[in-house]
């Protein structure tokens, strides 16, 4: 299961509620600008099970790097995450 944890004030609610998230392809990672999304580097990103792709999030007006992708709210890359190309259950 994919869980942020936050410190409980409606500040910081607010912020990831108003976060923008973005899917692309793990060989895209070089085309990241950094300095324009919440990650900090290629060594933060969270990968799909098979190591195909990535995402990252963002505030605001969508990077130029990301323009034409499909971009997600939290609630909706919540349901992606949960998915079976992000999440595997653990026996």
Not at 22 to 47: C, K, P
Request: hydrophobic residues 35%.
């Amino acid at each position: 299961m994919f869980l942020i944890l936050v410190r409980n004030t409606q500040v910081s609610k607010d912020k990831v509620m108003a976060e923008k998230y973005v899917i692309i392809n793990a060989s895209e990672v070089g085309t990241v600008d950094f300095s324009q999304v919440n990650e900090t580097s290629a060594d933060t990103l969270r990968y799909s099970l098979d190591d195909s792709k990535t995402f990252v999030k963002f505030d605001g007006n969508t990077p130029s790097f990301l323009n034409g992708k499909t971009s997600y709210t939290y609630s909706e890359m919540i349901t992606v995450l949960d998915g079976v190309d992000w999440y595997e259950e653990e026996d």
